[in-house]
């Protein structure tokens, strides 16, 4: 079967791979339709090696159910499913609580666990195979769309879900970065909330995506973002921030903004450093402000993002292409030239 490998140093290309077959506990899926991510193209374009040599890419997976190994039940073959994006040890107590996204049998408290795509082989391909307890069955869904929920919308979901306490009448959320996140962290949280919603990007085109879903779209880099953020949250600043960049300028943005005994999300890996005082005349965050780096989700959730997707309540814009031209959208996105999401369709 053919499938789009990660070879070396800057190098992403197509190489024939064999056929996978499910193994103890396992699910071979044939693939529907895979998402392209920005953590795609940092690992094409990081200046050593970023991941091991020979993986297969894409984290993003959809597929129909093609056999089952032993050992798993309740997923029959011709099954449309997702595919979770963390593969946790399902044993260490985070696991037990539900708590995938936190597990502990990962090495290392700096260590976060991995799935499909960064460090097991990933659903660039035609055939791809995944542990039973990572597949999602998502009937009725488009390829297209299931394909992305596992990051792209659970990712966001994670943070709000979080915080769902803050969000009640009355309430403003504010969204910094609108690609694919941010654009359904702005679906989600018209979805399941009634919160005043603040969307921020630099991006004109960006600001146009999600204008007409929310209250207020304001240019990031205007002078007065900070003020223009306070007023349309009524003074006293958003009750909640998701920064799906985070950098530095989108941290001391989010810092500035947030309402007293608000929360700041960020799920944005842009190298961004945050000063953080505990002076009494401290003037970096208000008081009883959270900060929080979340990471993707869990399984529970993943299910709640796929039912709000099946009954229509959350979307994004999608650029498709088809498998051969995957190598297309990594260029696309790397160009800026995704507003939304990338997503290869396998037929």
Not at 47 to 63: N, Q, R, S, V
Not at 142 to 147: D, I, K, N, V, Y
Not at 234 to 255: I, R
């Amino acid at each position: 079967m053919r499938a789009l490998k990660y070879l070396g140093t800057g190098y992403v290309a197509w190489a024939e791979a064999e056929k996978p077959t499910a193994g103890p506990g396992q699910v071979l899926l044939k693939v529907s339709a895979g998402g392209i991510c920005h953590t795609d193209v940092a690992f094409r374009a990081h200046p050593g090696l970023a991941i091991p040599p020979g993986l297969t890419l894409g984290h993003e997976i959809a597929g129909v159910v093609s056999d089952v190994g032993p050992g798993v039940s309740g997923l029959e073959p011709g099954t449309f499913a997702v595919v979770h994006t963390v593969w946790s040890c399902g044993v260490c107590r985070q696991c037990g609580s539900g708590r995938e996204n936190a597990c502990l049998g990962t090495g290392g408290r700096m260590q976060p666990p991995q799935g499909p795509g960064t460090k097991h082989d990933g659903g660039l391909a035609t055939y791809v195979t995944a542990p039973a307890s990572a597949v999602i069955p998502a009937p009725g869904l488009a390829p297209e769309l299931a394909a992305v929920l596992p990051d792209a919308a659970l990712v966001p979901y994670h943070s709000i879900k979080d915080c769902l306490a803050l969000l009640g009448p009355g309430s403003s959320a504010a969204v910094i970065g609108l690609g694919g996140l941010g654009q359904f962290a702005v679906s989600i949280l018209g979805a399941i909330t009634p919160a005043r919603l603040i969307a921020l990007d630099v991006r004109q085109a960006a600001l146009d995506a999600v204008r007409s879903s929310v209250d207020f779209a304001i240019d990031a880099s205007a002078p007065d973002a900070a003020r223009q953020v306070l007023d349309a949250a009524g003074g006293f600043g958003p009750d909640f921030v998701l920064d799906l960049v985070g950098s530095s300028a989108t941290l001391q943005l989010a810092t500035s903004v947030v309402a007293p005994y608000g929360a700041i999300r960020v799920p944005g890996q842009s190298d961004g450093v945050l000063q953080f005082e505990t002076r009494r005349t401290t003037t970096s965050i208000p008081r009883g402000v959270t900060i929080n780096r979340p990471y993707s989700g869990t399984r529970s959730e993943l299910y709640d993002v796929v039912a709000l997707a099946q009954a229509g309540r959350i979307g994004i814009d999608l650029k498709t292409y088809p498998f051969e031209n995957a190598l297309d959208a990594f260029d696309d996105l790397e160009a800026g030239r995704i507003t939304g999401r990338a997503v290869v369709v396998m037929e």
